[in-house]
């Protein structure tokens, strides 16, 4: 988990700093409630990760911070407490703490909490991405990319896909915001993306391209719905992409210098 000062906590401080512009201006235009919500969140969080810590000696991390935040901005309003609660403890432990810990999980807990939330409680509404909170979430992909704690690629294959989508007139770009937020939040997760280079290219330009489909074919769903259930299908296509990029690898080594 460590390689000189890169260890799992500084990749985690720095997602942080990156993640801080849309963190603010979400705070701004939501206030107190907003506040509120994301203390709660990471309250809840903080308690789970207590709960592993004397369970399963299983170490605290700033992580929840992260999770908190994906959580707190996009989970569906009018949960009351009890819901968003037992949303947030399905997440975290499902998603994250049952294998260990951030670093070691295979999908965003914010993704699994959301997606239970969405399909456990369908008829309440979603919330609606205000556009600056939208063009805040840009600086914190630049920010992210330059620290190297999100995947460049991803990124920038999501942002390719977009752009060819909205050229032939196909993404309404009401979906834009949510998908803009979503992708930072939860698909450029550096854990549970691709680890190569043309899966992570492979993976932004699937998400790309289940948004547009949503977005088109899903009648009646609120665009955050359409980001969030993307994103749960584009980190469980992550390890084929991976697998198929590898295959391809061995491939082209083998016509290059035999089976041997």
């Known amino acids: 988990m460590s390689r000189g000062i890169w260890t799992r906590e500084t990749v ?79 997440g975290t432990v499902m998603g994250e703490l049952v294998f260990g810990g951030w670093g070691r999980n295979v999908v965003n807990p914010a993704t699994v909490a959301l997606s239970f939330l969405g399909f456990g409680f369908p008829g309440l509404p979603w919330p609606e991405i205000l556009t600056p909170v939208a063009w805040a979430a840009i600086p914190a992909a630049v920010i992210g990319m330059a620290a190297g704690v999100m995947p460049v690629g991803v990124l920038l294959g999501a942002t390719l896909g977009v752009a060819v989508a909205l050229g032939f007139g196909v993404l309404p770009v009401s979906v834009l915001p949510a998908a803009g937020v979503v992708l930072v939040l939860l698909v450029a997760d550096p854990v549970t993306s691709p680890t190569t280079p043309a899966g992570r290219w492979l993976n932004g330009l699937s998400y790309a391209a ?26 469980l296509l992550a390890p084929a992409w991976d697998e198929g990029a590898l295959a391809l690898w061995y491939a082209q080594r083998r016509r290059r210098h035999g089976r041997h």
């Not at 849309?22 to 907003?34: H, P, R, T």
Request: charged share 5%.
């Open 12 to 90: 985690v401080m720095l997602l942080l700093a990156a993640y801080l512009p849309l963190a603010l201006f979400w705070l701004w235009y939501g206030g107190i409630e907003a506040a509120s919500k994301l203390a709660l969140v990471a309250l809840v969080l903080g308690i789970w990760q207590l709960v592993f810590l004397l369970a399963r000696a299983q170490p605290m991390s700033l992580s929840a911070g992260i999770t908190a935040l994906g959580i707190a901005v996009l989970a569906p309003e009018g949960l009351g407490a009890f819901r968003l609660i037992l949303g947030i403890s399905f």
């Open 210 to 235: 289940l948004v547009t489909l949503f977005a088109t074919g899903w009648h009646g769903a609120a665009p955050v719905q359409i980001a969030v259930a993307t994103a749960l299908l584009t980190s």
